[in-house]
């Protein structure tokens, strides 16, 4: 028997950061986000007793192997996530000994805002979900995945990423204290999906960034009641309202305009979300007629998102290929689907 799992990456449309805490403990924080046909996968292949416990992140060329008798394993900085979910799982779930082999790969690499570590955590699961029968729903998988991070790994950062990738689809999520979550599925019609997608182009950069020590700062001037950073995340709050009405009533013109004023507001939540490059990079996007756009996730590198429209995606496109930026346009679409998990004889 083999049990596979998968779970898209996302895009940040809009209200990004405004999941993390302190900041959705005191004021609450919403954001709208879409997934997209890019996924981390999780395979589980059960061995014979005695074989041990094998991890391999395929895409990162790392192996690492237990004996059998290893009830937690190691955080010490190598295949950490999914060290993470294994012991998790046999703390809360299976305190029998375990043999198998799980086998990960994520289509985009670290750093590039696209959620990929909580996507990741959230495919393993998924598969241990799956192997076990276990009876956890949509948010109780999403809220463990997070405490899987953000507490027993200790990794900062938001709630999003973990709840788009098991729900999937356009999502306006809410953010309250005590970890509470909303996530409310956005029924948008599908004219207005295609030409989203159509508008919308995804960049990479060719570039990485350490998200947490950006969400460090960020918490940090929360914390620290600095009221710059705060009235910049009181407006990404409102963005996130502005966004969803702007795509559930085909308001489809304004989506440049939403998202370049989020970006200015989102410049100052921190230090190290724009930089040089970036700048250049979205200013070249508007001088070949995008209307406004972000980097996606927490800042500093990774992917960028430019809303073209009229035709100006093929211009745009263009521009920011070449040199001197040397990152590159992605192809997507959008998908309806969250976690996904099966098994094979």
């Given at each position: 028997m083999i049990i596979r799992s998968k779970a898209p990456l996302r895009l940040g449309l809009a209200g990004g950061g405004t999941d993390v805490s302190p900041y959705s403990d005191e004021f609450g924080g919403a954001i709208l986000n879409v997934t997209i046909n890019m996924y981390a996968y999780a395979t589980i292949e059960p061995l014979p007793t005695g074989s041990g416990i094998t991890l391999h992140a395929v895409d990162?060329?790392?192996?690492?192997?237990?004996?059998?008798?290893?009830?937690?394993?190691?955080?010490?900085?190598?295949?950490?996530?999914?060290?993470?979910?294994?012991?998790?799982?046999?703390?809360?779930?299976?305190?029998?000994?375990?043999?198998?082999?799980?086998?990960?790969?994520?289509?985009?690499p670290p750093g590039s805002g696209l959620g990929t570590s909580s996507t990741l955590v959230v495919a393993i699961l998924g598969a241990f979900v799956e192997w076990f029968n276990l009876p956890l729903g949509e948010y109780d998988i999403a809220h463990l995945a997070y405490e899987i991070e953000r507490v027993d790994l200790a990794m900062a950062g938001g709630k999003q990423d973990q709840y788009a990738a098991t729900f999937g689809g356009f999502n306006f999520m809410e953010f309250y204290k005590d970890d509470k979550v909303i996530v409310n599925p956005l029924r948008v019609r599908e004219k207005y999906i295609n030409e989203l997608a159509f508008n919308l182009v995804l960049y990479h950069t060719k570039t990485s960034r350490l998200s947490s020590r950006i969400i460090e700062a960020q918490a940090k001037n929360v914390k620290e009641k600095k009221e710059k950073p705060i009235e910049a995340m009181h407006?990404?709050?409102?963005?996130?309202?502005?966004?969803?009405?702007?795509?559930?009533?085909?308001?489809?013109?304004?989506?440049?305009?939403?998202?370049?004023?989020?970006?200015?507001?989102?410049?100052?939540?921190?230090?190290g979300i724009s930089n040089e490059q970036i700048d250049a990079l979205y200013r070249a996007g508007?001088?070949?007629?995008?209307?406004?756009?972000?980097?996606?996730?927490?800042?500093?590198?990774?992917?960028?998102?430019?809303?073209?429209?009229?035709?100006n995606r093929y211009k745009v496109a263009d521009a920011i290929q070449a040199a001197p930026f040397k990152g590159q346009v992605k192809r997507y679409a959008f998908t309806s689907e969250g976690l996904t998990s099966w098994k094979i004889s």
């Open positions: 990162r060329g790392e192996e690492l192997h237990f004996a059998t008798t290893t009830r937690r394993l190691p955080i010490d900085g190598q295949l950490d996530l999914l060290k993470g979910v294994y012991n998790r799982i046999v703390q809360d779930y299976h305190p029998q000994p375990l043999d198998f082999k799980l086998s990960t790969y994520v289509d985009a407006k990404l709050k409102e963005q996130a309202i502005m966004m969803k009405e702007a795509i559930l009533q085909g308001k489809l013109d304004r989506i440049g305009e939403i998202l370049d004023f989020g970006w200015q507001f989102k410049k100052q939540m921190a230090a508007l001088e070949n007629g995008a209307t406004g756009g972000k980097i996606s996730g927490a800042g500093g590198g990774g992917f960028m998102i430019l809303y073209c429209p009229k035709n």
